[in-house]
């Protein structure tokens, strides 16, 4: 199985399905989308995908951090490929797809397997947390309904805040490879490279919010709304959030297509009109996607003249895993898989 997952041809295969299906999630949409984009500003939308970019370029960084503050550090390159096409596994129905495609493309980097699951579950444990956070302090200045009707999502925050501690992170990760049959860590993340992941998380959130009220402002000041100031990105900001959190949370959509856009237009539909707040949605997914594209091509260009370490022939020996998989032992002492 290990020899399956390293074949060049299955993995472009499988990320030939990945990316064939979040260009699916547009184009099943696609009316609705393109009438959509059509009532935003070209400069609007190109200004909701450069924020989309650069937030995207700030979690790649958080990440990057956390990797290495558990002892494997990677180059930029490397790194952005790892993480951005694996994350196309996203828009594979089932919750573990981008996951299980990072660990997998960072076993080409000798980052043992426990490492990389680590890093990917604890950066997703800090998005979620800088983005709950957003969405607590923002919201209630801006939609108190969406915060009233979303309760639920807001009061998960003081508890996803303690899952931050050390102590917390070191026993949640032991606990979730102990039941993957993994070693446990060598080290857990330091503060040092904790801290580097919530700065790049937080300034990735702002671009987030930035590329919501890119699409959002068009609307607040051609319908006499908020205008284009702060209170609109506080809302822009807040509403993403809480939207985003609501997406990753139920976790049977993929990639949180649905719950997120209904979350989002929950949140805009006090301040502007249903209608509009369809737009923006939409429009938002669209972007989002986009994003996701734009960095899993940057990956792809930046892996070109690295090699796939291909699947050993017959009869090679096998190269040492630095990561190797427990075999249970029967009582006589022979491995359970022999017969």
């Known amino acids: 199985m290990r020899d399956l997952t390293r074949n060049p041809w299955l ?65 930029l390159s490397a790194a952005t490929r790892v993480m951005f096409i694996g994350q196309l596994g996203k828009y594979v129905p089932g919750a573990v797809w981008a996951l299980a495609a990072q660990v997998e493309l960072a076993r080409d980097h000798d980052v043992p397997r426990r490492r990389s699951t680590a890093a990917s579950l604890v950066g997703m ?24 009707h979303y309760w639920w999502v807001l009061a998960v925050t003081p508890l996803a805040v303690a899952c931050l501690h050390p102590k917390v992170i070191r026993f949640g990760l032991n606990l979730a490879l102990r039941v993957l049959r993994r070693p446990p860590l060598e080290e857990s993340v330091s503060a040092a490279a904790m801290a580097r992941a919530l700065a790049w998380t937080t300034l990735g959130w702002l671009f987030y919010g930035a ?26 900001l807040g509403g993403y959030a809480l939207a985003w959190a609501v997406g990753f949370l139920i976790i049977f959509f993929p990639g949180g297509i649905g719950p997120r856009e209904v979350a989002l237009i929950a949140v805009l539909a006090p301040v502007m009109p249903s209608a509009s707040a369809l737009v923006v949605a939409l429009a938002s997914r669209v ?14 260009a930046l892996g070109k003249g ?24 029967r009582a006589d002492g022979s491995a359970s898989g022999d017969r």
Do not use: N
Request: glycine residues 14%.
């Open 306 to 329: 690295q090699a796939i370490r291909p699947a050993a022939p017959a009869g090679t020996p096998p190269t040492p895993d630095p990561d190797p998989q427990p075999v249970p032992q």
């Open 211 to 236: 590329h919501a009220w890119f699409l959002i402002s068009d609307f607040a000041d051609r319908e006499g709304g908020r205008g284009g100031g702060w209170d609109t990105f506080a809302l822009a």
């Open 11 to 75: 993995r472009a295969g499988l990320l030939a399905v990945a990316a064939g299906l979040a260009v699916y999630g547009l184009a099943s949409q696609w009316d609705e989308v393109h009438a959509a984009l059509a009532k935003l500003a070209w400069y609007d939308v190109a200004g909701a995908v450069a924020c989309v970019i650069a937030g995207l370029g700030c979690m790649l960084l958080a990440w990057r951090a956390l990797l290495a503050g558990l002892g494997s550090p990677l180059p």
């Open 287 to 300: 972007v989002m996607t986009i994003g996701d594209l734009a960095w899993a091509g940057t990956g792809l």
């Open 125 to 148: 444990a800090v998005t979620l947390v800088v983005g709950l956070i957003a969405a607590g302090v923002m919201l209630p200045l801006t939609s108190a309904h969406a915060a009233g």
